[in-house]
Nanobody, 115 residues
């Protein structure tokens, strides 16, 4: 079992920045990977950024150059730095962990970008 707890969401104006954090209850990267997804009202949940199982990172085209995923292994925490935010970035952001083939989700954190 893995518990994931997100924090850092909020309300920000267009062009602003936020940093999301996801603390995992155990070290995942020895047997899996982690990433961030988001879901806007009425839309399906979509991948935002992830550490690929083969190494490296993947980003949605819509966030490339603006968002950065990073990790602090000592703290079992993954971050999502979001810069130059746009109204279309609004949604609930979920941390995701893939561990021994099982997928785990955090409770989500709301990000709202006002125009």
């Amino acid at each position: 079992q893995v518990q994931l707890v997100e924090s850092g969401g909020g309300l920000v104006q267009t062009g602003g920045s936020l940093r999301l954090s996801c603390a995992a209850s155990r070290s995942i990267f020895s047997r899996g990977t982690m990433g961030w997804y988001r879901q806007a009202p009425g839309d399906q949940r979509e991948l935002v950024a992830e550490f690929a199982t083969s190494g490296g990172t993947n980003y949605a085209d819509s966030v490339k150059g603006r968002f950065t995923i990073s990790i602090d292994n000592a703290k079992n925490t993954v971050y999502l730095q979001m810069n130059s935010l746009k109204p279309e970035d609004t949604g609930v952001y979920y941390c995701n962990g893939l561990y021994f083939g099982a997928r785990y989700w955090g409770q989500g954190t709301q990000v709202t970008v006002s125009s």
